[in-house]
């Protein structure tokens, strides 16, 4: 089972392979471990997961595994052609798009963990994102709106940590 999955010591998002032997999954930049649970799902080319294999989360969506960035560029490309091709190039980019689009699979994501499973087909369950249901399940149940900064999020350490030079603040002074 392939999967794409972000690791939750810093933050980094990696590949990864799981198998019914993968006790535990290192992260390749800081090492920190997490362990696999065995249950829950099915490898295979008929793979499901019907329970997150690293959280434990029973809620799951499906998703078309279509590379965002290459569509937009395809679109972008033919919107550039128009003036050589009186138009026919958006159209014909825009098929191409919509013909990769239709031919992907869909993958298996977590929505607590945002654990992309690429081999796994989503079960009848396992329907297209719920956004309230992503928030509720990834952040909590926030029935009343908050007020001033929201309270630190555990699961979102902030991998791009602004570096901050020692002696910034220092104006002026030529000596
Ligand atoms: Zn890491
Ligand atoms: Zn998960």
Known sequence: ???????RGCGLPFPAVLTSETAEL?????GQ????SRQG????PDGRVETCPLCG???LYRQRDFNRAL???????GALLVPWTFGLSLAVCGLIDLWL????KDVVVCYQCDTVYRDARPGPRQTEVDLLKHDVLKYGKTWEPTQGPSAEDPHHPGPLLPASPPSAGRRGGLG
């Open 71 to 77: 569509g937009c560029g395809l679109v972008v490309l």
């Open 101 to 104: 689009y239709r031919r992907l």
């Open 26 to 30: 290192a992260c390749p930049n800081c």
């Open 57 to 59: 989360c029973r809620h």
């Open 33 to 36: 471990i997490r362990p696999v």
């Open 1 to 7: 089972m392939r999967i794409r999955t972000q690791c």
């Open 41 to 44: 799902w099915t490898d295979g």
